[in-house]
């Protein structure tokens, strides 16, 4: 197909047939494999219709050989990209021996390896020199599974029937031709039918894209020298990670946290992870976690795998490509029938960020002594990201969205504050929030507050990064709101001498009465479009190291910026200032104080106990009433 | 004889081109001078001035265009050395800078540094206030607090105000009453509005493009109403031009009005430049037979690349410097660390680098025998013999050819198991490599296929790189204008003037209730063509162009689709737009749905005036029809080793000589290396093309090593 380059000419080229590889003809495929995922990715996120994809970005796109292996992955959701060679196994292997060109796969079945039952993997087969070669593949979060509530992810569904459409591997389109007797089923079963039949043509787009990327670099180069090179590439990755293995210390080294909620009645519920460093391989063991969720607060195998991985890449460099080489040297091990791996039918909706952002965090709270300089301490876990659905005045049809402008905050790490917006775990920061100003276009809400939340965060030599306070009114009669999020009760941890987080939380507000009903972090509640507003504050993340080595300029800043008060400074990080807006740190004062507070030890990670979250007490007045996964 | 003279400031030089009616061009570099840029203009324009037998005076005095581009509003904010600023924004919604997009790049690297606001948060000023998106008033503005502001302001010496507040582009009373409020009671410090600056959706990019703007003001305010002042005082009759990011240039009052709008336009300056060489590379401008072309200008420390498609540059509206989105339209420009300085490096795992580590200027490439150890591309050039010790800068630097082999040796050669020229063949490879994914990057993750573009390389190192370049991406033909090394500076003084305006507007490509739409239409139309006529162009100089933003009913994304249809607007040039946008939704993402109708957003009109392009550079005298050729011994791509090749200077050649590679040919500002069945041509003109030579069997070097 190119006039200009002659495959024959790069096929009879020298040493890697005798064994060996030209450097330089790697570096240029690992850069072109790249950048077809890249393209991919832009694709999709720029053509699709929904605001969850398209600002928020919760997709990923990836490409793996006939394996499958994973060989190129756009730098999307961790939670995603690390684990999605399983479902695409599993299509594979349900195909077997009906594979054909121009066929596209669909499938969002948890129990067929896939994350959780809102994340759509569609799969495109590429074959080169009519040979199966490689997968493009993309899976995104679709705004709606037609679930007995408007969300695809519901803490409160009892089971996978009552989580909405679940497909298992299924073939789309064959040969070419869109089956349409399944497009329209799928359809029809979804609220916002029109919106989600354009982000499946987005995604369509994408594997498309991809697939002809794939063919036009093996019509550049060849296929078996593409394949080679492909081999290459993931040594390559093989040898970095081990490298950076091997520098951690061998051990054994165990973590505990807890989840909020089985999303129904349960409280407080571990999550326990064995760490076992040996060598160039990690074992991830959670083993120990508790029984399985009566609600959707579980997680599948393919979360699993991946949140047992996410902390050990970006423990190693983030140049290591992450590919099957880089992923294959961590195994993780999840009891079946706990919240950690459940069995059918049990439901996993919420499985990619509860319990999958804990199941992260334990990892960092093991792996604390092991690796200080490495972990992060506690984040966000995907509190007040809530879904609000409800009808339009005018027409009567629902509108919904997801909303990330309230997404708590990352914990903090060495060198490093936390950031904002961080969402959740499952993206380490990838997720996009919305503009306020698109919201207000988009749907008919109005927002009427998103700010930092003052001393939200864990308070440290580094602190977490700031949480949230947004309002929002309902400008359409009323409005539902489910949230499906963690850590509200039970905080992101502190580690190393930091503070834990405030867990934050969520209420209804009564605008005439001033009647608030504080809701848990996972609940369904219905807004009343006439008199009431809901109203997140969303947790800070952790603290990192001794508040007391935190230089007191910085201190300084933070207080005369409103990110934490005097009393804070004072009392937490010894740092005594003057009285003007814009203070001056009293030196003498602070040392002496300093010195003082010194002689306090600090624990390693903190909290060591379930339900140490106070912000709920703390905020409640007489009246008001607190809900535990309330329905609807 | 009258001229046109472009002056570019930039870190290391400031370029002057200076053209004449007679169609004589000038190229000189003078060195900056960072703390006073307009001593270094003057002592250039002093030199310039001499050798075309003038004083400043008397040149300045037939200067009919003067054309400046400035890094200055862009280095205070890399330096973040500008005032202290105050913000005033809607209450409840402080932290929209601080927030950003909620987005945290590189997801693998937790201990990633947040990039900072350039409003510290005590000194932003939440006031009561608000409108909601149909324009109306939900909560009117609270003077009081607007004045509390403004002496909290001055009590806190701040120097400049941005005033952003929610919706105020669907109703800017509250920004401007505030403005208003504020200007009274600190006459001296300048306020900016956001809804001025850009008028569109989107809050953290619009109240970001107003802090910069803000932030840059006082400075390039002080810097530009001096340099007027000095080149007015010094004869110039029409008020110099500057250079903005969106291509084009303008009056210093309209960039003091928006001047985000000056941020990072150095670049932007390349696709005038390669406008003007459309005749020599065989197309026009614009029409039909527009031109498709890709920009790289690569010089010591990093490499920009530009799509033209059509005669268009790609303009893109998501435009970051330090981080910070500047929001308003701007050219393109993928810039990249592959530069001359740029250093090669074997990671941990054993793969060999390239960049995006400089050894920038000082202490430069090992061979300049100026401290630098570490292997450098300008290195790899020297050992491949592409780069001759004694002709570099037209001999003004001597190059040390065994300092660059040393240093090859030690960091890549043994470590990787090559000969000293096989490391430095790979070192080129992979900066090759990485220069065609940045350019794969402005093109291909398009929907842009670079087959049948033509290349045109600018800035020092360009010309060593291009054809190989080119035959990488499957381009045909390499163009190297004969202003290769001053090429933005070029391009600075053929651009025309250039003003972008935008309503928002919207409608359905299904409606036939387009005559609001024809209204909205008219009001820009008029309005820019009322600022060109104020800026003296004739009627037939002033040419429009119309776009529109637009998607699929209930997308998010939309796209932007020119259209070519005379306004008023007929219910049937609506098809127009529906067919380009189907056409570009399916060239960028792989799908189209004719079965949907058009929803556009923000209608936009480019003002633009055009300036007269330059006369035809009289043909090149001289050269010989048989020059002399020197042998040198340089690297054959196709033979994997160090081979006699012939090596020619341009000035031996006469115009319309043909060179058939291997050869070096030394152009005074460039090196240009061509390849076996690769033939270059001198035209007429100075400039030159290369008929690229797809590859034939065996053209990659066997590089005869496992990675180590």
Known sequence: MSQVHDPDSRVEDHSWREGGYDPITFSVILNRLNSIATEMTLALERSAWTSILALSRDFSCALYDAVPRQIAMFDALPIHTTSMQLVVAEIASSFEGDINDGDVFLCNDPYSMNTHVGDLVTAAPVFVDEQLSFWSVTKGHQMDTGAFVPSSVTASALNIWQEGIQIPPLKLVERGAIRRDVWRLYLANLRYAELLEGDLWAQLGSIERGRQRLLELCAEYGRSPVLRYVEAILDYSDRRTAQEILAMPDGEYVGEGWVDSDGVDTEHIPVRAKVTVAGDRITIDYTGSGPQAKGGANATYAVALAAGAVPILYYISPDIPHNHGCIKHIDVVAPEGTICNATHPAATSCATVVPGDLMQDVVNRAMVSAVPDLVCAGSTRCGNIPQFAGERDETGRPWGFMMFCNAGAQGASRDNDGWPLWSSQAGLGGLKSQPIEQLELLYPVQIEQAEIESESMGYGQWIGGPGTRVKVTPLSGDMVCITFGDG????????????????????????????????????????????????????????????????????????????????TAAEVFGVALSNEVNPVVDEPATRKRREALRTVERPIVEPTVPNAATWVTKNMRAGDEYLLNPLI | VTYRIGVDIGGTFTDFTVVGDDGQILVWKEDSTPRDPVAAIATGLEAVADQLGHDVQSLLASTELFVHGTTIATNTV?????????????????????????????????????????????????????????????????????????????DHDVEAVAVAFLWSMMRPDHELRAAEILRTLNPDIPVVCSH?????????????????????????????????????????????????????????????????????????????????????????????????????????????????????????????VEEQPIGIQAVECHSIGAGGGSIAWIDDGGALRVGPRSAGADPGPCAYGRGGSEPTVTDANVVLGYLQPDAFLGGRRQLRFDLAEAAIDEHVGRPLGLETVAAAAGIVRVVNANMASAIRAMSVERGIDPRGFTLICGGGAGGLHAVQLARELGIGSVFVPAEAGAFCAFGMIVTDVRHDHVAAHHLVTSSAEIELLNRRLADLERHALRQLTEEGFADEDVVLELSVDARYPGQVHEITVPFSAQTPLHVSDLREIERRFHEEHQLQFAYRRDELPVECLHWRVTGIGRIAQTKERPSVEGGHDAPTIRTVSAYSLEDGELTETAAYRIDDLRPGAAVRGPAIVQVPTTTVVIGRRDVLRLGGDGNLTVDVAAPVSGTIPTAGAVLA
């Open chain 1, 488 to 567: 509200c009760a039970n905080p992101p941890h502190g580690a190393l001498g930091g503070t834990p987080a405030i867990g934050g939380g969520q209420w209804v507000e009564n605008e005439k009465t001033g009647h608030r009903r504080f809701v848990s972090a996972s609940g369904n509640v219905r807004i009343d479009g006439e008199v009431e507003a809901w109203v997140g504050v969303s947790t800070g993340g952790g603290g990192y190291g001794n508040p007391l080595d935190r230089p007191a300029e910085k201190v300084c800043a933070d207080v005369r910026d409103g990110l934490i008060s005097r009393a």
């Open chain 2, 196 to 320: 001025s600056v850009l008028p569109e959706i989107r809050e953290w990019q619009r109240t970001s493009a107003t802090v910069l703007s803000a932030y840059v003001l006082p400075r390039i305010g002080r810097y530009l109403r001096n340099l007027e002042q000095e080149l007015g005082v010094r004869g110039l009759k029409r008020p110099p031009l500057i250079m903005q990011i969106n291509g084009g240039c303008a009056r210093v009052d309209e960039i003091l009005e928006r001047p985000v709008a000056i941020l990072a336009s150095g670049p932007a300056a390349a696709p005038a430049a390669a406008l003007h060489y459309a005749q020599a590379i065989g197309g026009s401008a614009v029409g039909a037979d527009a031109v498709n072309v890709i920009t790289i200008d690569m010089g010591g420390t990093s490499l920009d690349v530009c799509v033209i498609r059509d005669g268009r540059p790609t303009m893109s509206r998501d435009i970051f």
């Open chain 2, 78 to 154: 890399i330096q973040r050395n500008g005032p202290r600023l105050g913000l005033l924004c809607t209450e409840g919604f402080r932290d929209v800078l601080y927030f950003r997009d909620g987005f945290k790049p590189h997801r693998f690297d937790i201990h990633y540094p947040h990039p900072g606001t350039f409003v510290e948060r005590w000194l932003r000023v939440g006031i009561p206030e608000r409108v909601n998106r149909t324009g109306d008033v939900l909560r009117p503005l609270d003077e009081d607090a607007v004045r509390n502001a403004a002496a909290y302001f001055s």
